[in-house]
């Protein structure tokens, strides 16, 4: 039995109490001296290798689970208050849907359903649906929710269809992950960047700053000698403006369910499902989507 718990927030409190990563996974915020803009860089190969191992995820569709992931850590970065992003995109075709949950301290999980998972192949055919944004604050209760046409299985190019229609802001994202050509199990870099204008960004600038992404060199020429070279690609986005960088955080993999969770997400059960299950004093096996825990819960305990 596999537990829905899309909509649980993460604890973005926990943070503080994880020791801290060694690994070179990084999110990057700064903001322009006397420019009007706001970037976000995200690098997190070795989270989303923990997070793939988990789910024995390879090849297209670990590459999607992460660019997925990067889309939901660039949005949350945005987030006013303690709380959460849950990022999903709905497609058709070789497998349905693949979503990730994030906080501005950098917890992330991130999931496409085992079924999917387990019957893909090298080179899937996918359409892109629909991408739905819920805003959640550290209550799990909805602060927001927007749902969007996709318009590309390329998550940059959704990101920004999503702030343009959503959120009617000035933006522009790129997002790349690479799976290794050698173990398809594991990737290469997971990266991406977010451009947004601030409100009072006057023509000039914005003009400026569509010339620097439009003329940016491809995303993946800034993996070199086997690291992502994020702080590189700072540099050729600032263009011609004088940049702070205002926080680096540390991204780690996190799945807040427990067996108390669990038992809360079980009382949908109707009374005589309950009841039959007490009867035949069976032991439920309770699956995460996220994190692939598994929960024996009693029959008892219902």
């Known amino acids: 039995m596999l537990i829905d718990s899309n909509f649980i927030a993460l604890d973005s409190n926990i943070f503080y109490l994880l020791p801290m990563s060694k690994s070179s996974d990084i999110i990057v915020r700064a903001t322009g001296e006397k420019a009007p803009l706001r970037f976000v860089l995200v690098s997190i190969k070795n989270t989303m290798n923990e997070i793939g191992k988990k789910h024995e995820a390879k090849g297209f569709a670990f590459k999607f689970m992460a660019e997925t992931a990067v889309a939901s850590l660039l949005l949350s970065s945005g987030l006013k208050f303690p709380g959460t992003v849950n990022f999903r995109i709905e497609t058709s075709g070789d497998f349905r849907l693949a979503q990730a949950d994030s906080t501005p301290q950098g917890l992330l999980r991130a999931m496409i359903p085992q079924d999917d998972l387990k019957k893909l192949g090298a080179k899937p055919k996918i359409t892109a649906q629909k991408i739905t944004v819920i805003k959640l604050n550290e209550k799990a209760e909805r602060i927001k929710e927007s749902i969007v046409e996709a318009p590309s299985t390329q998550m940059g190019v959704n990101l920004t269809a999503y702030l343009h229609q959503s959120e009617q802001t000035k933006s522009a994202a790129g997002i790349l992950a690479e799976v290794s050509e050698e173990d398809p199990s594991k990737l290469n870099f997971a990266m991406g960047f977010l451009l947004e204008a601030f409100p009072d960004a006057g023509t000039k600038e914005l003009e400026i700053m569509d010339a620097v992404v439009r003329t940016l060199p491809d995303l993946k020429s800034f993996y070199k000698d086997g690291e992502y070279k994020l702080l590189d690609l700072l ?22 369910c427990s067996h108390e969770r669990v038992l809360a997400s079980l009382s949908s059960l109707h009374p005589c499902e309950v ?12 699956i995460c989507e996220y994190c692939r825990t598994h929960y024996a819960v009693k029959a008892s305990e219902l």
């Open 235 to 256: 540099d050729q986005l600032r263009g011609p403006y004088p940049i702070e960088i205002i926080r680096e955080i540390f991204p780690q993999a996190y799945c807040p």
């Open 275 to 286: 009841r039959d299950l007490k009867q035949k004093e069976e032991v439920l096996d309770v």
